[in-house]
């Protein structure tokens, strides 16, 4: 039963069944369904569930088409429901339309289990199995246009784009894509088929797969791509202005009332999002010291030793204005020199705002938020500041391992990082966030062996956020939460290997470092 804990869990992006929920679930659902019915004890069912969870992940945003289950037949509360389906091997694979009625076994299917591809291809092929019937709720047709649809639209204005991804009969591409974007609005996508030489002819396209574009503004033009690969179309077509997820209002989100602290995005700046602005960074620093530290009116033993730590890396690696870092150098330097094992939180903001004003050294008096602006003051800011500031902070350790010499943190590669795991774990104000980032941290920073391994653990753990974090409330409708760097900011960056998206992480190293410590850091707070 352990093993079976193991296999799955509840982060994983795919629905875990039991004998209680699974004839429910299925009775009438609004999408179909793939369920893996394995055994926590079958061999193959534990190597082939990385797959399976890459498989998930890569289709999270079919959902309302097609959903991914698991249910565990080695558990013994799930014996029954098991033998019902007539589980005899495992892994089953079985497919279950959407809307059925009536109590349904569904269809096993047998092709190869290991092949991501091929399954994500069969998932297309059993959504297309339905009838106009019981078409899955939401799910937008498959089938490809005519051109005079798509000619008609030409020089049309309309409320939101149109994409047609123009391919051959037998790729899938443009399925792919269309269920990429079902859940995001201002953007209708469908798909051509290169036999329609009309077509071809008209939209100037010469090879395939290619995407044309139809602008709501009534021009059109064809989608210039760095690579011709699924997950290129479906990301630029994601950060096209307008387009964003369908969600709920944000504004009720308790999580991050507040987070941008007032005023924030009361103006809007137009930014640069290839740019790191450094009043980013100064304004993160200042909500944390001013406000975030302030919940803590004392400060001893392990909080006080994080809070050193914590300045100690900041005030040796912050890429700060001269004033600033001479700031935090003497902030250091007055917690080093203090021998009291307990240390009043009014007198740190007496040093800061008062006794180092004096002397001209001073941090921005006010929040300013650029690049982490939010469309409405309670999302992005402060946590968007934070992540920044630690991927400046593994960035810069990286450039220059000397920069902790004589601290007692120089020996460590992990210094960094475990700072930011005690800070978070101990200052930061989204308890709920610590937990998760705690359970990463527990999972696998101990792997990590260099100053480089953990620019890239961080950059890893972060994306693992933002895919965990898609659709919710704490998305900015304006910033979709995405696999960053996405491939217009880094082509290099992706590849796709047996039709699945890959890093390359040597090209990811080199942007980030690039992108935190290079020409990007942008100390004006004009684009
Ligand atoms: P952010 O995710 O804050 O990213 C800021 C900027 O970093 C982006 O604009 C982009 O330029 C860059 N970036 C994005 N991805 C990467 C990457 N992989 N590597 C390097 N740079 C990148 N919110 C929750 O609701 N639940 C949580 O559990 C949660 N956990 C959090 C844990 C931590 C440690 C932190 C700091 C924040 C957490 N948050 C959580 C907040 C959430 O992750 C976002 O910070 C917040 O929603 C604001 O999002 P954003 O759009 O500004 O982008």
């Known amino acids: 039963r352990a093993q079976a804990t193991r296999l799955y869990s509840a982060e994983d992006p795919l629905t875990i069944l039991t004998s209680d929920t699974l004839k429910e679930t299925l009775r009438n659902s609004s999408s179909a369904w793939l369920i893996q019915f394995y055994s926590s004890w079958c061999g193959h069912c534990i190597q082939y569930s990385p ?8 289709v999270k945003d079919w959902e309302q088409a097609i959903r991914i289950g698991v249910l565990d037949c080695a558990h013994e509360n799930n014996f029954d429901v098991c033998k019902l389906f007539g589980i005899h091997f495992y892994p089953t694979f079985r497919y279950f339309k959407a809307r059925s009625g009536t109590f349904d076994l569904g269809k096993t299917y047998r092709g190869p289990d290991r092949d991501l591809q091929t399954v994500r291809q069969l998932m297309v092929n059993f959504i297309q199995n339905h009838t106009r019937e019981d078409w899955p709720v939401g799910c937008p047709p498959l089938e490809s246009t005519r051109s005079e649809n798509v000619l008609s639209l030409l020089g049309q204005k309309s ?21 990429d974007l079902m859940v995001y609005e201002g953007l209708r996508v469908t798909r051509a088929l290169s036999s329609d030489r009309a077509l071809l002819e008209k939209l100037g396209v010469t090879t395939v797969p290619s995407a044309y574009l139809l602008h709501p503004n009534g021009s059109h033009s064809l989608m210039d791509m760095q690579k011709r690969l699924r997950f290129f179309f479906s990301s630029y077509l994601k950060l096209l202005p307008g387009v964003h997820r369908k969600q709920a209002n944000a504004a009720h989100d308790p999580m991050h009332a507040g987070n941008g602290g007032p005023g924030a995005a009361e103006v809007w700046k137009e930014f640069d999002k290839s740019k790191v602005y450094m009043v980013d960074l100064e304004s993160g620093l200042h909500y944390l010291l001013r406000v975030e530290l302030a919940s803590h009116p004392t400060l001893e033993g392990e909080e006080l030793k994080t809070f050193k730590d914590f300045v100690t890396v900041v005030a040796k690696l912050f ?23 307990r240390i009043p939180y009014d007198a740190i903001l007496d040093l800061v705002n008062n006794k180092m004003r004096i002397s001209g050294l001073f941090l921005s008096d006010q929040l300013q938020w650029v690049g982490c602006q939010g469309s409405l003051p309670e999302l992005r800011g402060y946590p968007c500041s934070l992540w ?35 800070y978070i774990g101990t200052f930061f104000g989204c308890q709920e966030c610590g937990r998760h980032f705690e359970e990463m941290a527990k999972e696998s920073l101990s792997q990590v062996r260099s100053l480089d391994q953990a620019v890239l653990w961080l950059w890893s753990k972060h994306n693992q956020v933002n895919s965990r974090l ?5 998305e900015d409708p304006r910033f979709p939460k995405t696999q960053w760097p996405t491939p217009d900011l880094c082509p290099a960056c992706h590849e796709e290997r047996d039709g699945l998206h890959v890093w390359n992480e040597e090209h990811v190293l080199s942007f980030l470092k690039q992108h935190y410590a290079g020409a990007s850091l942008k100390y004006a707070s004009s684009p």
Do not use: C
């Open 159 to 179: 409320e939101q784009y149109t994409a047609v991804i123009i391919e051959d009969e037998d790729s899938y591409v443009g399925r792919e894509v269309i269920l």
């Open 51 to 58: 797959t399976w969870k890459a498989l998930a992940g890569d």
């Open 470 to 474: 898609a659709g919710t409330l704490s």
């Open 388 to 422: 920044t500031l630690f991927h400046t902070l593994t960035v810069h350790a990286a450039q220059r391992p000397d920069a902790l010499a004589n601290t007692g943190l120089e020996e460590d590669p992990l210094a960094v990082l475990q700072t930011m795991r005690r």
């Open 319 to 341: 890429p700060g204005r001269p004033s600033v870092v001479k700031l935090l150098e003497t902030l250091l330097e007055w917690l080093v020199s203090l021998p009291l094992e």
